[in-house]
């Protein structure tokens, strides 16, 4: 008698029990693994602060990116691997060693850093992807044929990661972006390997329970980032005034409002979604993997705007610091269109509006001082948050009444 895949992997010496209630519990394995992006967050919005400048943006972007990259493929794959499991348990804590030495490689990344960032970089990548592909070979060998394909596209960009390593400025930027480019397209392309064949996203059986609160607790990172930042700045001022304590009401409701937008309406959505998917890789790949992006980047820019307009409030508003107070909510609400248009099939009007509302702001920009505008922003963002409550709100009030 031939086992079914689920008693194959309750049996398995790595793999989640599927069809339980543990399924798509998130360990304190990974809770703690984490840990690490906490300084990651911090590293990357310090370093973008400091070089602040259209080379600057390019660079930390990349350097997010490529954040991201690791963050999400190990959850991904945490999504069948059973982090209580010793094997799993290891494989996690090397990760965050490795992470560690990755998150020290930042600031320094286009100058004498980029060997150490290039090579724990590509140690994470490959490591975790060749870890997953052994340990399902007997247990699920689909998906490690699809994990065995991973490893290949990663030992692929690895080429461009090392090299880019050896040459300096511009040369280092064109190699990593090439690295980085094959590594975002191999999904799209099937993982295809000539010999292995390609991948479809009805491979990819994931727990939408377990996507969703993995990146949601990263949101929650990014945004602890904007907190941090706040309590840092006022805490390094001389004298703490009315006007000052004003302006840290103003940037914590800044923060909270973009909590208010992304958990109130959506996270829940896109779990519920993705458990009762015929599709459920398609939906997460395009929720959770890509869509979260501009999320993660809108909310790290938030971070650097609330540092520039707290740390100097008054005088003429510069574009470095009306880009980032402007261009932080921008993307963060970009990001949110996609990801909720992923789950719901239609762009939130209030998102658009917001949008058009905050481009507009760039006219006062010749008029106003640094924590004008910063305010402004912020009464753009909690307009969106409130608009979406009252249209969630009529609608399901609409469909109580229908039913």
């Known amino acids: 008698m031939t086992a ?90 090397v990760l965050m060693f490795l992470g560690l030495m990755l998150s020290i490689a930042i600031p320094t990344a286009f100058e004498a850093g980029g060997l150490l960032f290039a090579i724990t970089y590509v140690a994470m990548q490959t490591g975790r992807s060749a870890f997953t592909a052994y340990v399902m070979r007997r247990d699920w060998p689909e998906n490690s044929l699809n994990f065995t394909r991973i490893t290949v596209w990663t ?8 090299g880019g390593a050896f ?20 999904p799209a392309l099937g993982f295809a390997v000539p010999g292995l064949g390609r991948s479809t996203v009805s491979d990819w059986q994931v727990s939408g329970e377990h996507m969703a609160e993995r990146c949601a607790l990263f949101v929650i990172i990014c945004l602890g980032e904007t907190i941090l930042v706040t309590g840092r700045t006022v805490a390094g001022m001389e004298l703490l005034d009315g006007f000052t304590i004003f302006m840290l009401m103003t940037a914590f409701l800044s923060t909270a409002t973009m909590w208010w937008i992304y958990f109130r309406f959506g996270h829940g959505e896109a ?38 307009a707290l740390a100097h409030p008054h005088g003429h508003v510069d574009a470095k610091t009306a880009s980032a107070i402007l261009g932080g909510p921008i993307v963060f609400l970009l990001g949110n269109i996609w990801f909720k248009a992923a789950i719901r099939g239609r762009s939130p009007l209030s998102h658009i509006v917001g949008i058009a509302a905050l481009l507009a ?13 910063f305010m402004a922003a912020a009464a753009v963002l909690f307009g969106v948050a409130l608009w979406e409550f009252q249209s969630l709100k009529s609608t399901r009030a609409d469909a109580v009444a229908k039913a």
């Open 4 to 93: 079914t895949n689920d008693e194959r992997f309750a049996t398995s010496a790595c793999l989640r029990a599927r069809g339980t209630a543990k399924e798509g519990k998130v360990a304190f394995a990974e809770l703690f693994f984490d840990l690490i992006f906490v300084l990651t967050i911090i590293q990357l919005s310090h370093s973008l602060a400091a070089h602040y400048s259209p080379l600057g943006l390019v660079e930390a972007a990349l350097l997010m990116l490529a954040i991201w990259w690791v963050w999400i493929y190990t959850t991904w794959a945490t999504n069948w691997l059973d982090p209580e499991k010793s094997p799993v348990r290891i494989l996690l804590f």
């Open 155 to 162: 030992l692929f960009s690895a080429v461009f990661w090392i």
């Open 167 to 186: 040459v300096e400025h511009e040369a280092r930027l064109a190699m990593w972006i090439i690295a980085l480019g094959l590594e975002y397209a191999s």
């Open 271 to 308: 779990a519920h979604l993705i458990e009762h998917s015929a599709t459920p890789g398609r939906i997460a790949r395009m929720a959770f993997t890509y869509a979260h992006i501009p999320i993660v980047a809108g909310i790290i820019l938030s971070a650097v705007a609330e540092e520039f």
């Open 361 to 373: 702001l760039s006219v006062l920009v010749p008029f106003v001082e640094p924590y004008q505008l």
